[in-house]
């Protein structure tokens, strides 16, 4: 069952790549973005240095020198190759690549044979792991084509819904409410501990922003208008949202098919923290802060996205809409939950290391994995982060 | 009574600089630090731009092109001189801007003679902001003088006690708790509304961490320990806290009154955000969240520093110590309190736009006025900044 | 005759890359550096934009967005792709820069077969400008296989002679020489006009400086000794030769046949200007200057190199030894010739607007075309320039 | 008889600062830029270490740590002060630094006095060194004025004359000339050795470019015609001279007696090296070579400037002009000339480190003290450099 799982999820993040051509694999077109080969070998190096090297015997790695050049940012994992120069490696080959995870999924087959104990929450760990970086392979190539002159598109995207339904608002009482991980199924670290918070009465967009109320915010100066803005957000050049381009009075963006005239009716999207925050307040609104947002999520069903339909892009807005179309900005920085600690060694530096200058994200967008699409979710990017799927909701004080 | 209290204000920023030599006066040492010349005439400024303009009829300024010189940030009351080449500038000289303080202050004895109803508000901002400048004249002092391989002193400071008394925590019980400004006395916007927050059981240490638990926190290796360590502050080449330096293996720190002896018994002071929370998990523990520390230092008498005693430097640790002797860095981002409305006007960009990426500190240093120590008081710093009196307390979840 | 040598320059661009993955075709290891992909494409732009659009009647470009995307830096022939983002294109393809290649070799064809009078010259360039490329191929292949921790080879190196040959001192009398292009065989503009010039009476090293002697100087403390460094060079963190690195107390370099010892018999190569200038200076000598250079290498027969033996790697020092091993450092920086003028047009652009603070380079390394061997050639690079096979031979007053 | 030139000088020196305020003597507003009073200490800096250390038995400093603080750029007189954060340090104070000079000059007195033998050149080199600084003092001083929104002046202009001589073209034969120090009067190190040089028929201009002449080169698009420029020259964001500013559709510039209307008939200056190169290519002529300078300058009478009128601004063009009004930028790198060797010691870093990557310049400016003006005389600063009084004449080929 965990085999066929695992081969599963290892054979989606290959299927990724399959109608890609070896070049498009290896570029980094900026420091934040890999190229899909190291997404390729990294996901494998996961497994190898937390699964294999410490619970199969006799496990002998493919080329040691693997170690160093696919850890991402473990210190506790030893050295690693430097960030921005991902870019820099043609070798490994991707075929190269290919045979280290051929390598790593035949030992992980008898790993995971063998009836090891104590290995089944690393294991998940490992799968979601892998799920977070097919999601960023996504992300990744949209911004490595988007540099392109060529604007080469990753794959077709279907047509999107023209209509617009009118915002519902969804009110709450305050009180003290419970939010956080309650134990079933995965969830990592930083979704605990479960505790309770004291909200204020509020109340809750049913949908997200659309492109046509994000164009209504830009024709009304919004960019222009300092009172809407942070400080740290203003005067930094932006005009429009990451991936927009004026062609012939038309705006367009790239997307994974292709560059596309903005359709009005869906979820404005590659929004930073800066230009989230000062739409909210363009609309006499505000963002949600996350504790708001999960007990509100937590009432309505998931729908799933990505591994159900391949779509690659966020559908036209509708309501209830809380999962699957575009990360959601709130106005809580991402810091730790009242009692929370990371699990000691390398493996305590997944999350909770990165505590300090970022903003939590819900809801999980089109290109995230299904199986992570839950309430009590922690995304979390630096504030001017807009190569990620991410726009936003409202929220309002009652 | 107004005007009394005016003119002690006024005065009072004069007489920080009155020891000085009028180069001390020019130079500014990093971005972040202004020019005293800059804070002399940037305070004048903001009398002459929120209260004379608007409130005196025939007020005439005595430089027209000051308003854009000395406008620090507000966008809304127009163009302004580049932060960074505040120290560009050689006139107006000392004298020049002397006359202008003189000039501002004439007519604002006029203004509050008047008897002009609905600038109460405005004239105690005005105070307090010039009160928040007297803090930055010593703090940007002591940064210029550091700087410098001569090691000027700005004054002489008293010795310091040695003995140091041990830790006592305070315990408390979750639930509700109200903070937030409850509308006696002067207080800041960002400081209200008043509003309910939920917390767990938690414990507080009655004091400040000493240098010598810091110098602890240092032989055991913490800059060297990166699971101490939040990602975004590891290897940035800190090896010590801001303004100490090693002679011939004693730590020194450079001090207001000149280069010192570390004494142990002292809080340890000028640490950023990172090294305050790297120390915190040292020490098993965390770092107070600021609704737990204005809950609980509002149980405690305030004592002043100051305009007070003049000893620019923090006392010995004692407990319970709570305020004017260090700003205790919290592990809480600075945001909005729920229903914060800035006010409208440029007068609104005063606290409200700084709100992302920023970290609350509270308590007030040994070089804050005495009247800004309160439990309500939020200060806010980017995590890297050092070169505030900036230290911390411990905290403990129950 | 002319078919025929086009074809054999084109084949051999191809050759240089038939062994390489397409992965090591995309990468770009810093600004200065191209990835070979886009040198076999800007070649093909060169003949498409020089010869086939402005002679070929009814000529039409495979893709005209190439015309955008594969100008190297000719401001008169259009906007062009920014020159540090060459490593973002992971298309065209290989194989489409391939089948672009064979789009302009077709039409080429036709050209050269229609006896169209007048493209002489321009087809003399273009075959020059592509042999050119020929050496940037290798030259940045190395560098991109350097910066990869795992340093690949691109082939293998013959193995290197070690005996030293002892320096012999060639002395030559002042007095009025010429110097510059005569008008036979091809040159670039920047050759001539052909001038008279005053040498003082001067003796040139018959043979290259030595890895051997370049030791010397290091052991001697050279990298610490500002007495012999321009001011520019100094304090900028050099302790030894690109490419060079220390294991287990011997100096290795990379090289295109891998990480392989220094061999002390061979010339000391991968030197910016300012080392062979400290270098010169600690041998009690100086750099040439390249009218002496001229003079002296004309007097000498040529030997050839990369297209002849494919070593790739600088042969043993010997004497006399002028061309063909590596580019030797002349103290003059890269100026005009009394009465140059470049050509107008774009193509004027190809030299004679890089004359400003740049260094004169003679001889040709080995892996430059065999056919620009020649005592005229004026090669040039900024001072600090260490990826290209630069080395230096001394000079000294008589 | 040197003692009273030394007091001359040094008096001049100090009389250049005297209208001053001490805040206009702290300002250091680029790294290139150096605070007067940082001048003012360095001149008496170079007295200490290359003259009263050596050779007055029993000198003692007034402070040993101005050793340190005030050498600019002797590598081998020890560590030094960070060139960028001279504009860092309030103290010494104006009055420090005075009280230092007055300890030099006394130590000074009984040196000169005292008919030790062996120190006249270091002396004759004091002075010069000193000259040059006064010159440095007022450009330096203009460009902190510049930078400062309130334009102060440092002084009263002459109004200039309004009639512009055409230019008349001095032509000479080629052949064989000799250029550099002959031996008599002072000199500096990189004014020799004598040596011959040969050049080919050329004309030169008999006076100095105008801003007339400038005008018309910037109203037929100079600065965006990209034939015109050096690559390295081309896309930097020039627009026009430095110190100028364009008010209601009119030319203005910044001058020591601040901003004035741009009067046609004086020569441009404050061109860098680009500007230059390109307004002659347009002019279709050419910068001219320094030996070329140097042969036509030689049979000219020199004019002083600074130390007899006291303007501190060129004259309008006139001819022939060949001292005393702008640098003029020639078309030559600076590098040693045949058989030079610098001094050896920390003196001779004096010129010889800096040989690599600046153009010469000649002619001395309105700011370079009389004594200076020679045909042998070579300044030099790097391409990009503007803030110097820096003009052209135009050179042609015959």
Redesign the interface.
Known sequence: MTLERYRQVRDFTTKLAENL???????Q?MEEVSPT?WHLAHTSWFWEVFLLEPFLPGYEPLDP?YH??FNS?Y??AGER?CRA?R????????RQVMAYRAHVDEAMGRLLDSGREGIRELVDLGLNHEQQHQELILTDLKH??S????R?AYGSLPSSASAIRSVEWLEFDGG?HEIGWDGKGFAYDNEGPR????L?PFALADRLVTNREYLEFMEDGGYER??L??????GRGWTEPFYWERRDGEWWSYTLGGLRPIAPAEPVVHLN??EA?AFARWADA?LPREEEWEVVAAGYPIEGNLADSGRFHPAAARGPQFYGDVWEWT???Y??Y??YRPPTGAV??YNG?????QYVLRGGSCVTSASHLRPTYRNFFP?DTSWQFSGLRLAR?L
Chains 1, 2, 3, 4 share one sequence.
């Open positions: 051509e070896p070049e498009d694999l290896v570029v077109s080969k020198r160093f050049l940012y210190v506790q190759h120069q870019g820099y490696l043609s070798r490994p080959t991707v490595v084509f540099v392109n002159p060529l080469p003290i505790h309770r918070v004291f204020e300092s009172e803005w942070m400080s740290e957000g203003w923290w800066f925050d505000r106005g809580s920085s810091s730790p009242p009692g305590g530096e290391k990165f505590m300090s200058n504030a004080d």
